[in-house]
């Protein structure tokens, strides 16, 4: 991730800290409870959690592994990560600061590898599929849940775009067909566990990013002016659209003779 790229992640996600530890789309998802069943946890896996923000999903992982490894590149949402595993006693969870696309973990290390609403901030997501991959043991799986784009070109630039100008720290949502290529060339293989979407009030979306002023107004205007196509494949209206989102599964191969 390029030094630019991490300034600007870490400035958007310092500031709003506080904001993710108590968000509902973040901590309430209804993807959430899913993924220990998708990840086929059995409570003797060990995890790692990759942009994990203030701790959501490992916490949400931890009852069912042996032990949870959560890291992020912004260090004011570890302290919120911490926060909430300290106050909820949870023992089998430790946290680090660590860059998604160059993991200080040794080669099959871990079990599952997860990452969650995060990857559309990663300007490298072939580096980060193949470091999970790295990390993975022989038969392990990779769990990403992210915001997807359509497969056409101009409802793809057109989610990008207002979520760009909401938050400058977005890189790119990426389609599934896009998904499958990066985790076949890392060697993992593909599957869609499960898809869905997000009702988003866009004023608390904005408010969320803390959007300037100026330029929150550029984005209503760019919802409220969208194209026929648009605003049907994004239900669009004058307070509320929705976002894509998949669970998404990459399987390493297991060992030979395993």
């Known amino acids: 991730m390029s030094d630019q790229c991490k300034d600007d992640v870490r400035r958007q996600f310092g500031a709003s800290a506080p904001a993710y530890a108590t968000s509902s789309v973040h901590a309430k998802g209804a993807d959430l409870p899913l993924l220990p ?3 086929a946890l059995t409570g003797s896996e060990d995890v790692l ?3 994990t923000a203030a701790g959501h999903t490992a916490l949400a992982l931890a009852p069912h592994a042996r032990h949870v490894t959560g890291v992020d590149l912004t260090p004011e949402m570890l302290t919120e990560a911490k926060r909430l595993v300290a106050e909820r006693g949870v023992a089998n969870v430790a946290f680090q600061e660590a860059d998604a696309e160059a993991l200080p973990f040794g080669d099959g290390t871990f079990d599952v590898v997860t990452c969650r609403i995060a ?5 490298d997501v072939a580096a980060f599929c193949r470091e999970a991959a790295r990390v993975l043991r022989p038969g392990g ?3 990403v849940v992210d915001n997807v784009a359509p497969e056409d070109q101009g409802l793809d630039r057109f989610i990008n775009t207002v979520e760009k100008l909401r938050d400058p720290s977005h890189y790119r949502c990426h389609s599934l067909s ?5 985790m076949a060339d890392a060697g993992l293989c593909f599957a869609v566990a499960h898809q869905f979407i997000t009702p988003m009030d866009r004023e608390d979306w ?3 990013a803390n959007t300037p002023a100026d330029v929150a107004g550029v984005v209503r205007r760019i919802l409220t002016e969208a194209p026929a196509e648009a605003r049907e494949a ?3 209206t004058p307070t509320h659209f929705q976002l894509h989102k998949a669970i998404m599964v990459g399987h ?3 060992a030979a003779g395993q």
């Open 37 to 39: 069943a998708i990840a």
């Open 234 to 236: 994004f239900a669009i």
């Open 252 to 254: 390493k191969a297991a």
């Open 49 to 51: 959690d990759i942009a």
């Open 141 to 143: 799986r990779l769990l």
């Open 178 to 182: 896009e998904w499958q290529r990066y």
């Open 119 to 123: 990857a559309h901030h990663f300007p």
């Open 206 to 208: 904005l408010a969320r």
